[in-house]
Nanobody, 126 residues
Framework: QVQLVESGGGLVQAGGSLRLSCAAS????????MGWFRQAPGKERDFVGA????????YYADSVKGRFTILRDNVKNTVYLQMNSLKPEDTAVYYC???????????????????WGQGTAVTVSS
């Protein structure tokens, strides 16, 4: 079983930066893709971005492209979400997720991920 634990959320002013971390543990952790999602109050959980665990392919939602960057440390089994130029509309609970099986490309659907963290809250004040 894989466990994902996010950290790094908090309160930040618009224009500021935050780095979220997602530490994975499990007997054999070798996902196909690690993703980040977010869910604002009263809204559905939306795709933010994802990266293949092997290789350099990364894909971002248009709403965060150019502002957010996904980094990973395969040795530490940790994936990061570097968030710059934050906006009030980025306020949400952020979740990391892992998908085990290989598919074509990088999936963006919530239902295509097998394991989820508990989430970490990000609040961006104006």
């Amino acid at each position: 079983q894989v466990q994902l634990v996010e950290s790094g959320g908090g309160l930040v002013q618009a224009g500021g930066s935050l780095r979220l971390s997602c530490a994975a543990s499990g007997r054999t952790f070798s996902p196909y893709v690690m993703g980040w999602f977010r869910q604002a109050p009263g809204k559905e959980r939306d795709f933010v971005g994802a990266t293949k665990w092997s290789g350099s392919t990364t894909y971002y939602a248009d709403s965060v492209k150019g502002r957010f960057t996904i980094l990973r440390d395969n040795v530490k089994n940790t994936v990061y979400l570097q968030m710059n130029s934050l906006k009030p509309e980025d306020t949400a609970v952020y979740y990391c997720a892992a998908r085990r099986r290989v598919v074509g490309g990088i999936p963006s659907g919530v239902g295509l991920y097998d394991f989820w963290g508990q989430g970490t809250a990000v609040t961006v004040s104006s």
